[in-house]
């Protein structure tokens, strides 16, 4: 009774789970047109800023290292992986919020994001945070088709979809928010299989709509960010292991039937990005990396503050390169930074 109170409050304050952020760049055999991105805040550059919805970071210190020190929708304090992705696939910087009215057409060409943080797979994720669903994302991404092709025409949009990576990531809302929600109706297992199918519905839609290389993130170890170990992980805070191992076995089924997808979808490239093992050795073994802190974000206490309770009356660690994460859910600019430059290799080898 108590955890589920706790959970019930957990979902008060934090309505939704927004997440975050080379300059390395890999080359890959083909030259990449467009970098596309779905799902929740690890690849939301501002498209929440245009809805109505509690999750929001367009209001320091969200931004405080972006460019010009400016908050930008950003769930980070600067770039996040959508960003590092499209400058690492040799794209461009900075990937734009496609809901953003300023907007111009050669922005369009090469690549915008459709994200929107607090969003999944689930419906119900998108209901409690009042995100944009990823039906409704893939509207966004249609609409975006034909935007396209009173620019550039038919052809050459077909070239433009065939050469762009679409980058999709959108199950740890549904972890966190949907399947304690569910734990009536669904066990982990049940929840997790209908969350796999959901999944590969939504890379056949983007499949029909136009998208040919198509890089699904798995789930993160959602047991170890800094609000779930600060409310479940006891005393000392330790990461929450059923829930991660929750997040694993969504990826173990996830990653068995992505290749049978693909051999239906003749065309396609589709990528397993691993988002969990990469994360979980950056918290274990912070030095590596040149980080410090990997328990606690770097705004306010670290410990809970996310969103609204991230604001500009809270104080920030003396150097947030040192953390690996920016607020108690997001990664930061150097976290995101670090993420890309561990999947980006894999990525572009199984992709092209």
């Known amino acids: 009774m108590i955890h589920s109170v706790v959970n019930a409050i957990f979902f008060c304050l934090y309505t939704s789970v927004y997440l975050c952020s080379s ?6 055999p083909e030259k990449v047109s467009a970098v596309l991105a779905f799902g929740d805040s690890f690849l939301d550059p501002g498209n929440n800023n245009y809805i109505i919805t509690p999750g929001k970071a367009n209001y320091l210190p969200y931004g405080k290292d972006f460019m010009g020190g400016k908050p930008t929708g950003r769930f980070s304090n600067g770039k996040n992986i959508a960003d590092f992705f499209a400058e690492g696939l040799g794209v461009k910087e900075y990937l734009p919020a496609y809901l953003d009215p300023s907007l111009q057409d050669n922005d369009l060409l090469t690549g915008v994001s459709f994200a929107s943080g607090g969003s999944g797979y689930d419906p119900l994720t998108s209901t409690v945070s009042s995100a944009i669903p990823m039906l409704e994302q893939l509207n966004l991404f249609k609409q975006y088709i034909g935007n396209l092709t009173r620019i550039v025409g038919e052809e050459a949009v077909m070239n433009i979809m065939n050469n762009s990576v679409s980058l999709v990531c959108a199950s740890t809302n549904d972890l966190i928010i949907s399947l304690p929600a569910r734990s009536l109706q669904y066990d982990v297992a049940t929840y997790d299989r209908m969350l796999v199918n959901l999944t590969l519905s939504f890379i056949q839609e983007l499949y029909k709509i136009g998208a040919r290389k198509i890089a699904i993130f798995g789930a993160p170890p959602t047991g170890c960010l800094p609000a779930e170990r600060t409310l479940f992980g006891g005393v000392h805070r ?13 990826n173990s089924m996830l990653k068995e039937q992505l290749p049978v997808l693909a051999s239906s979808l003749p065309q396609s490239r589709i990528a397993f990005v691993d988002f969990y093992n990469p994360l979980i050795n950056t918290i274990n073994k912070p030095q590596q990396y040149g980080l410090q802190v990997t328990d606690r974000g770097c705004c306010g206490t670290g410990l809970l503050e996310v969103v609204f309770l991230c604001n500009r009356l809270s104080p920030t660690c003396p150097d947030d390169s040192k953390y690996f994460l920016w607020d108690s859910i997001h990664l930061s600019e150097i976290g995101c930074n670090i993420f890309v430059n561990e999947s980006l290799p894999g990525l572009v080898e199984n992709l092209f």
């Open 238 to 250: 330790m990461c929450v292991q059923k829930q991660n191992e929750a997040a694993l076995s969504y």
């Open 23 to 28: 300059k390395d760049t890999i080359n890959p």
